[in-house]
């Protein structure tokens, strides 16, 4: 529920200079305004599943792109009943919309790559909700081996030596010498991860899907006392959420989805660091980077 302090989910994930919406609560395009954000560097919207507070947002959204005349196509990754849900709306307040809504419906209960790009992917995570809902795991793909300079300069290797060397092939000089590709290349830079995940109870089958990932967000509805309430509304705790990024050995966690109850939100940020010291709250306006190891 929203507060006058807290609004419903949304994030916003740079990667690359590629901008994806995960989830698209009341207020979105308001707190995208306040935080400088453009609207149309958005082109990829992710819903993790259809309760108001995670896309109620949407339509707003939508009628403000076209608006600004938006041209681009704008793809919306979700459960298969949201076009059913958002599509008399747009027939309604958007009849003249310049451009194209994508709908691109995934499996709640199967993990699968929904998005893939030559830098990055996404795969859903399937969770624990009253209705079907799923997390995303957002990867980057790993580079190509960097040739060392010196080695071109001696060997002058060809344009498709160099492609394969690259792609971790060994040199073999024109004497037949083989110089193995270590000695040669230098690793690409680590690839960075980032999970999302929420809403859910505590389950931990999902723990090997996130497993290192560099942040992890879990919700953290609930306090450790009120465990009975967060298993039946399916709801995890911040003790929880804890303990998922604990078992998973991430490198951060983020916990957020808190429930209005708290005005101090430093009760669920200590319990959780009680089991898992990296917690951060993922409080309205803040940015984490996911620095390179």
Known sequence: MPTSERYPTAQVLNASERFFLIDCGEGTQKQLRVHKIRFTKIEHVFISHLHGDHCFGLIGLISSLGLLGRKAALHIHSHPDLEKI????????????????KFEPFNPKESTVIYSDKNLEVETIPLRHRVPTVGFLFKEKPEDRKVKKEFVFIHQPSIREILDIKKGADYHTK??????????????????????CTDTKYTEGIVDQIKNVDVLYHEATFSKDMAALAKKTYHST????????????????????????????????????????????????????????
Not at 261 to 278: G, H, I, M, P, Q
């Open 175 to 196: 004497d037949g010498i083989r110089i193995p590709n270590a000695q040669i290349t230098n690793n690409p830079p680590p690839i960075r991860s980032y999970a999302f």
């Open 238 to 293: 911040a003790e929880q959420a804890a303990t998922i990024a604990r078992k998973a050995e991430v490198g951060e966690l983020l916990i957020g989805h808190f429930s209005s109850r708290y005005k101090d939100l430093n009760v669920l940020l200590n319990e959780a660091k009680t089991v898992f010291s990296n917690t951060s709250l993922a409080e309205e306006g803040r940015v984490f980077n996911i620095l390179l190891k």
């Open 86 to 101: 958002l599509q008399p709306q747009l027939d309604f307040f958007c009849k003249e919309l310049p451009f194209e809504v």
